[in-house]
């Protein structure tokens, strides 16, 4: 199941909602149960009902668990069959199904809970072998945390910040926690990954090496201006995060190609990794960490301004964005 959560224009605004890819249409997951309701059980409290039962909010999705799940695919398989030669709509006579020019898409998890990434794949760790690890590196799964308040989605434009002369893409996947959970053993891992979604942990190479080197600390003003994620959520049954075809490609020329299966680091470790005397909770990012070559930097070429980043990987689909234009040098003095 492919989830998204998207926008759409109303007389008063815009309105945020989940829903389900199908066939190339968004449906609108708690007005689709809605109607599921009314016509079932009557139409007196089907919006109540629906929102309690499925709601819009993805984290909230995330907390209704294994029964929110099941009432999304009982909305999907309720709408395929109401599709045919129809047009449904919901309770009160509003839309259920949007095509793609009416609506915009958001990042997953529009404001996640937190976000951490992870160095899972050991030939970017170590530049494709050119740079010597440090053997702690193989003893635990490292990362840093980023800002949760900085996500943009498809087809947004990535701001290029007035700081840095280097801005570079990555190439990445991530998880979504779906429950709260602490000391998680790697064998009950998979209880608690919501699914999976493309990560553009863009960079600011330039101050990100300046940071890390001045302090040995960070790096926070080198990527917290902007991270990418999207286009959509896909539940676990529908991919194999051990083999995964991971692909960037920069105006239409392949850049990085690469397979999620040289991760040294698995999910099952990371999450056991993460939960250690620490809680891990619904709508929390897990980030990947960049596969091996899977960056600007690794392959000493650098994205500019107004170039198309497409980000693909198998089972999930492109994430695509434009770069912003380049802004007045803004340097800090002391």
């Known amino acids: 199941m492919k989830l998204v959560t998207f926008s759409v224009p109303t007389p008063i605004g815009q309105i945020q909602r989940i829903g389900a890819i199908h066939e190339n249409e968004i449906i609108d997951l708690n007005t689709g149960y809605a109607r599921y309701l009314a016509e079932k059980h009557g139409s007196d409290y089907a919006y109540e009902l629906s929102a309690a039962m499925l709601p819009s909010d993805m984290i909230a999705f995330f907390r209704s668990g294994k029964e929110g799940s099941d009432r999304a695919r009982t909305t999907i398989d309720y709408m395929a069959r109401e599709e045919s030669g129809t047009t449904p709509l919901g309770p009160g006579g509003e839309k259920v199904i949007y095509s793609a020019d009416e609506m915009r898409l958001l990042a997953p998890v529009p404001r996640p809970n937190s976000l951490r990434d992870y160095m899972a794949f050991e030939g970017h760790a170590s530049f494709s072998g050119k740079r010597q690890l440090d053997k702690g590196w193989y003893e635990m799964p490292v990362c840093y945390k980023g800002s949760a308040d900085t996500i943009i989605g498809h087809d947004e434009a990535v701001p290029w910040p007035s700081f840095s002369d280097l801005l570079d893409y990555e190439l990445e996947y991530g998880i979504y926690i779906c429950k709260e959970g602490k000391n998680i053993p790697r064998e009950r891992a998979h209880e608690y990954i919501a699914g999976y979604t ?15 080197l001045a302090g040995g600390l960070g790096p926070v003003k080198g990527k917290d201006f902007c991270s990418v994620m999207g286009p959509c959520l896909v539940t676990p049954d529908e991919v194999d995060p051990g083999n995964l075809r991971m692909m960037a490609r920069v105006n239409g020329e392949v850049w990085s190609d690469n397979n999620s299966r040289t991760a040294y680091w698995t999910w099952p470790q990371i999450i056991e990794f993460a939960s250690m005397e620490e809680t891990l909770y619904p709508g929390d990012f897990l980030g990947s960490g960049t596969v091996e070559g899977g960056c600007g930097l690794e392959l000493n070429r650098w994205i500019q301004p107004g170039d198309l980043i497409e980000l693909e990987i198998e089972g999930i689909g492109i994430l695509r964005n434009r770069i912003g234009d ?3 040098k803004r340097v800090f003095t002391r």
Do not use: G, V, Y
């Open 198 to 212: 493309i990560f553009n942990d863009i960079s600011a190479r330039d101050i990100q090496l300046q940071e890390m």
């Open 326 to 328: 380049k802004p007045p």
